[in-house]
C-alpha cells in the first residue's frame, strides 16, 4: 500500500513526495488508486498517515500545503471489527496543478486495524468495479447525480461487494 496501481501525474508525485519529506512518515495509499475505478484528474487520491504526534504531523502537513486557514476535520470511524477509531481528515486539492488529495491522519496504535479496513475493499468482484465506474461517470463527467447520491451509491455498493454492513464514519 506504500506504492499505488494507478500511476500518478507527475505533479502528484511531485506534490506526494515533497508532503512525505516534510511529515517524514510512511504513506499508505488506499481507495480508488489502488483499483480499475480510478479516473486520473476525478478521483481524488487517497492517503493515510500514521504518527504517534498528531498534532505535530498535522501541523507539518498544513505548512507544507501552505493552507493555514485550512482546519482538518475530526472523524469517527467504527471499522468492521467493531472497533472506534479517531483521527483526522485534510483535504488538499489544486486545480491548475490538478492534485486532489484526501489525507487520513491516525495515531499509530490504529494503524494494522485501518490497513486491515482498507485491504477488504481493495480487490473487489468485476461488476463492483464496474458499477463503481459508472457511477464515477455519471457524477463527475456528466453531473446527472448529485454529491450525495454519488456518496450513497458508492458506499452501497462497497458495502454490497465486500459483504459486510454499512460503515459508520462521522466527520465532525
Not at 468485476?126 to 455519471?138: A, F, M, P, S
Request: charged fraction near 20%; include cysteine; charge should be positive.
Amino acid at each position: 500500500m506504500q506504492t499505488t496501481k494507478n500511476p500518478l501525474t507527475r505533479e502528484e508525485k511531485e506534490f506526494l513526495s515533497g508532503a512525505q519529506q516534510a511529515v517524514g512518515l510512511p504513506f499508505y495509499y488506499f481507495g480508488s488508486i489502488q483499483r480499475w475505478d480510478y479516473l486520473p484528474h476525478y478521483s481524488d487520491v487517497d492517503v493515510d498517515i500514521f504518527t504517534p504526534y498528531m498534532e505535530d504531523t498535522l501541523r507539518k502537513l498544513k505548512k507544507y500545503c501552505a493552507t493555514p486557514t485550512k482546519h482538518p476535520k475530526k472523524i469517527v470511524w467504527k471499522l468492521q471489527s467493531g472497533k472506534i477509531v479517531y483521527g483526522r481528515k485534510y483535504h488538499y486539492r489544486n486545480i491548475e496543478s490538478g492534485v486532489n488529495v484526501e489525507f487520513s491522519i491516525y495515531p499509530i496504535n490504529y494503524q494494522q486495524a485501518v490497513l486491515h479496513d482498507h485491504l477488504l475493499k481493495m480487490e473487489l468482484p468485476w461488476y463492483c468495479l464496474v458499477l463503481l465506474g459508472i457511477w464515477k461517470i455519471l457524477f463527475y463527467q456528466l453531473s446527472l447525480l448529485s454529491l450525495n447520491q454519488y456518496r450513497w451509491l458508492k458506499k452501497k455498493t462497497m458495502t454490497f461487494c465486500v459483504g459486510l454492513p454499512d460503515e459508520t464514519f462521522i466527520t465532525l
